[in-house]
């Protein structure tokens, strides 16, 4: 029995051991990252294929290793756009399902951005305090396309997954 039990220990330190090697490895490879990601797309699957991208991207660089933004504006609000809330809005879809909501709040706990076009809430008639999900006044910005651009100018990378 106590040999069995140090072999679980040899194995846990051992997994973990290769875990922080592994890391180090990716971070030594990818240093430092600024990074945007563009959704103006309203498709769910599309969407939370694009969640996974960032979530695989931070797994491989470290959440310390980055400043990572998504920016929405048009269709890609619909990430954002509870279900119930979809009847006021000039949106097709509300994607932000509970399964949705938890990835979006998992991804915000390792700095994840996710900045909202104004233009697009004056447009769609989409209320940020009512309408989408963990959406405050600092998330939003004037033009999502404008901020793209501005993001791009200040060495972020572009990223349309």
């Excluded at 490879?29 to 939370?48: E, L, S």
């Excluded at 509970?98 to 004056?122: D, M, P, R, W, Y």
């Amino acid at each position: 029995m106590k040999q069995h039990k140090i072999k679980i220990l040899t194995a846990v330190f051992l997994s973990t051991m290769m875990l922080l090697v592994g890391n180090t490895i990716a971070n030594e490879r990818y240093g430092k990252q600024k990074v945007v990601y563009h959704i103006n797309y309203d498709n769910p699957k599309a969407q939370a294929g694009a969640l996974r991208n960032v979530q695989n991207h931070i797994n491989a660089v470290g959440k310390e290793n980055l400043d990572f933004k998504i920016v929405m504006h048009g269709d890609g609000l619909s990430l954002l756009l509870e279900p119930e809330s979809l009847e006021d809005t000039k949106l097709k879809y509300g994607n932000a399902t509970a399964e949705i909501q938890a990835k979006i709040s998992g991804l915000k706990t390792q700095g994840v951005e996710f900045q909202v076009c104004a233009n697009t809430l004056k447009g769609k008639k989409i209320s940020y305090e009512d309408d989408l999900y963990d959406v405050n006044k600092a998330d939003i910005v004037p033009s999502g396309v404008a901020e793209l651009s501005r993001l791009q100018q200040m060495g972020y990378t572009y990223i349309k997954p």
